[in-house]
Structure formats: structure tokens, C-alpha cells
């Protein structure tokens, strides 16, 4: 009877550890993806893309801007987790893709990544959703992105409007490179037709990809044999290629300014800068890595643990307790572990970078780098902590750790505590505190001085009276 179920048991354990294994192997924020093409046939021009993301467990919906069974909120809730916005030529998504669904589309936590071309102008809902994230695209919600210097001299020799251009690097020295850590030294992308973005001020816009330095952005519609420097969009790197945002409460949002380069044939054909060699486009990696991002996949922070405690001898160290006392010896240790497609690993911190602590009524009192403890840690998870003295200021405080990095997902935990002053008896000695010693010196001087003073009067003899007096008549 066992012989004859084990096989059976075996099937289903290896079912069950497949399913799961399945499951993880999505976002973080789900796997629900909609992609909105013009023509739903167009979709076979990406078929590897689409095929990537399908293969790390999303389910994919194919839509088009005009379709009536488009919409993304359903019963208040999304109907999906992730939408790809590929070029569309209509002026308008229509009444269920309008500027003001698609950014509550994102309060609500989802995720856009929208795909510009050249040869496409872009709709005017999403124009509109670019000027609230602070984006700004051409007059002409379209522009070409030229390089007489760095292009792709098998494909674009005489037009230039194919760049050859490295893995992007950090614009930081503290930004994790997420989308070039590991690339051949001679890695190319093909960026074909592309259209560049001018980027505002605005803290939560980060380039992914610049325009290189030679490059710049016209209107080929009013091409010329000498174009005026006052027609020019933008030149250099003005201009972000590849642009990532994400809102407070983490939902990302990229503009990819080719979508092109997502196409089945720069996945797997060869280009070469000027004076180069031929080389694999990079393309199907970056689009990996770039997709990834987008929808959840890389980037992600968690905090598994935090656990503030008293650090001196004799004392109840029991863990997250409530009430401290002033200049109390403290411990705080906050675990976090970063998702990294398909599994939770430890996190580390980018190169030249500082995660920290404050210590904070109003204001911080005390603002404190925290270090590695290896102790804590595991290959899931890394533990940092710090240890320091409260300080002499009884209230309410807040161990706060707010850390906010570009391509990482914010980290933003506050465990409040009170903070008492001493007891009557806790307070030290006064023999133990030497700015004391003066007083109780005075004090002791005195009270010997008082003692000598009255055994020298009780102990001493009187003085002689003088006996008799002259008798006067």
C-alpha cells in the first residue's frame, strides 16, 4: 500500500514545490500586467519581451487604448498590478485611461512603464501624466535623438539615430548599479528612434540613462541642412533616455524613450560603435533588468525585525520596551532583506553609502551611523544596530530610520518610546562626583572647625575672678 501511494506522494511534493517556486517568481506587488498596444497584433514584434515576463510568472492582458472592457480599477480595487504603455498613433487613451485614473493608478500602488518612439506621437494623456511627474517632452510630443558620434555604424551609418551606448552607470557614487552590475566590459545597447526627456528638479525622478555629451534632440519634420542651436529641444546630457520615478509611497513609473529596443530583432542582432567592434546588443538584459525594476521585481526593501534594548550590566535588557531612562546605554538593531526577482536576500549597503539612525523628540538629538552585524545576520537577511547613550532630556523620542535612495524602495520606521528622568534614587552620590568634592570639602572643614571650636570651649579653664575692691568713704 505505501509502495503504491509513494510515487503518487512524490508527484504531488514535486507539484507543490514547482507551484511555489512558480509563485515567487513574480513581483512583489503582484503579477496581473496589461499591456496596451495600438493593434493587438503588434504584440508579436516583442514577442521575446512579452515571453521574458510571461517566463517570470506574469499574466499578461492584452488591450487596446479604444477597447471597452479597458479599465483598471474595479470595485475600488486595480484590476491590475502593472501596465506597459506601448506607442499608440490616437491622440487620447479614451474615458478609461485618463491623466487622473493613471495617477491614482499609482497612489494605489501600481506600476507604468510607458514606451515612446520617435516615429510616434505621443498621446496627450500621456503627455499629461509626464508634466505631473515633472517630465517634459518636445513641443511636438515627439523628437529625435541623434549622435554623429556615438551610433551604430552597421545600422544607422548615414542617419546616426541608432545609439550605440554603454550600460548605464550611477549618476552617484552611492546608487546601487542595478542596471549594469555584472555587463561585459564591451556590453552596447541599441537604442533605435529614441526620443529624450528634460528631467525637472523633482526628488523622485532619477535617470536610468542619459544622452551621451555629443547627442541632441530635434524635430525631423523640420529637418534642415544646418539646424539652429534655438530649434533644439535639448542636447547632451540634458537629455535622460531612460527615466525612473517613484512616488512616496513606492509605486515606480519608467519612461523608456525607444521602444524599439524592446523589439525582437535588437535583441539578438549586432551593432558597433564608431571605430569598434560588432558586438550582441545588451538590449534583452537591460530590458530585463529595466522591466524588473519597474514592476517590483529588484530594488525592494523589507524590514523583517527591529528590536531596541538596554545595554548595561545588571540591568532587564528586554527587548523593545517602552520607558528608558535619561543617559541609559541603548542598543537598536533593524533587520532588512532585499527581493531580488524571485527570492528574499540580505541587503548591502551601495558603495559610499550610510544607512542611519536618529534619535528624535522635535528634532534629532543624536543622528547615528549603523553598522553590519554579522552576528544577526543571515543570507536571507542583514541585521545593522548601533549603541549609544541617551541623552539628558526626559519625553517622548523616536528611534526613526528614514532611508529614501534611488531604485530602492523607501524605508521609513519610527518606534516611539519615553524617555524619564531619574528617581530620587538613582541619582549618584555625591562622594562619586568630583565636581562635588569643593562643597563637600567646605562642609567638612566647617563641621571639624565647629568641633574643635566647642571642645576647645567645654575643655578649657576658666579665667581668675579678681577678689575684693577699694572701699571708698
Not at 518636445?138 to 546616426?160: I, K, M
Not at 531612562?325 to 541587503?347: C, G, P, Q
Not at 575643655?459 to 579678681?466: F, H, L, M, N
Request: with cysteine; glycine share 6%.
Amino acid at each position: 500500500m505505501l509502495r503504491s501511494t509513494s510515487p503518487l506522494l512524490s508527484l504531488f511534493a514535486f507539484l507543490l514545490c514547482w507551484g511555489a517556486a512558480l509563485v515567487s517568481a513574480v513581483s512583489t506587488s503582484g503579477n496581473r500586467l496589461l499591456a496596451v498596444f495600438d493593434e493587438v497584433g503588434e504584440k508579436e514584434n516583442y514577442s521575446k519581451f512579452l515571453g521574458d515576463l510571461e517566463g517570470r510568472g506574469f499574466q499578461i492582458t492584452y488591450e487596446t487604448p479604444k477597447s471597452e472592457s479597458l479599465v483598471l480599477f474595479h470595485l475600488g480595487e486595480r484590476a491590475y498590478d502593472h501596465v506597459i504603455f506601448f506607442p499608440t498613433k490616437t491622440k487620447g487613451l479614451g474615458p478609461n485611461l485618463t491623466p487622473q485614473i493613471l495617477v491614482n493608478f499609482l497612489n494605489a500602488k501600481g506600476n507604468i512603464l510607458h514606451t515612446l518612439s520617435s516615429e510616434t506621437t505621443t498621446p496627450n494623456t500621456l503627455v499629461s501624466l509626464l508634466a505631473e511627474l515633472d517630465i517634459t517632452l518636445p513641443t511636438e510630443r515627439t523628437g529625435l535623438v541623434v549622435d554623429h558620434f556615438s551610433y551604430d555604424t552597421l545600422s544607422a551609418a548615414e542617419t546616426h539615430d541608432v545609439l550605440a551606448l554603454p550600460p548605464p552607470v550611477p549618476v552617484r557614487s552611492d546608487i546601487s548599479p542595478l542596471f549594469s552590475a555584472g555587463a561585459p566590459k564591451d556590453a552596447l545597447l541599441a537604442f533605435p528612434h529614441g526620443v529624450g526627456a528634460v528631467l525637472g528638479p523633482r526628488e523622485h525622478l532619477t535617470p536610468i540613462l542619459r544622452a551621451p555629451k555629443t547627442a541632441y534632440s530635434y524635430n525631423p519634420k523640420e529637418q534642415a541642412d544646418v539646424l539652429d542651436v534655438a530649434d533644439l529641444f535639448a542636447a547632451g546630457q540634458q537629455l535622460s533616455l531612460v527615466t525612473a520615478f517613484q512616488a512616496i509611497n513606492s509605486a515606480r513609473f519608467v519612461l523608456l524613450g525607444s521602444a524599439e529596443m524592446l523589439q525582437d530583432k535588437w535583441f539578438v542582432t549586432e551593432i558597433a560603435a564608431p571605430g569598434g567592434k560588432s558586438v550582441k546588443t545588451f538590449n534583452r538584459e537591460f530590458a530585463k533588468r529595466v522591466s524588473a525594476w519597474a514592476f517590483q521585481e529588484s530594488g525592494v526593501l523589507r524590514v523583517n525585525w527591529i528590536e531596541h534594548h538596554l545595554n548595561e550590566v545588571a540591568a532587564v535588557n528586554e527587548s523593545n520596551p517602552h520607558i528608558y531612562r535619561v543617559k541609559n546605554d541603548v542598543t537598536y538593531t533593524i533587520s532588512l532583506s532585499e527581493y531580488a526577482y524571485d527570492k528574499w536576500t540580505s541587503f548591502s549597503l551601495p558603495a559610499n553609502d550610510v544607512l542611519q539612525l536618529e534619535f528624535s523628540m522635535l528634532s534629532p538629538f543624536h543622528r547615528l551611523p549603523l553598522t553590519l552585524d554579522e552576528t544577526h545576520s543571515t543570507p536571507e537577511a542583514s541585521a545593522y544596530t548601533v549603541s549609544f547613550k541617551l541623552p539628558d532630556q526626559h519625553g517622548i523620542f523616536n528611534f526613526k530610520v528614514n532611508y529614501k535612495r534611488p531604485f530602492f524602495t523607501n524605508v521609513e520606521e519610527k518606534n516611539t518610546v519615553s524617555v524619564r528622568h531619574m528617581a530620587h534614587d538613582e541619582w549618584p552620590r555625591s562622594f562619586v562626583i568630583s565636581g562635588a568634592w569643593p562643597w563637600i570639602a567646605g562642609i567638612g572643614t566647617t563641621v571639624s572647625g565647629w568641633v574643635v571650636f566647642v571642645a576647645l570651649w567645654m575643655y578649657s579653664a576658666p579665667t581668675d575672678k579678681k577678689v575684693g575692691s577699694k572701699k571708698t568713704n
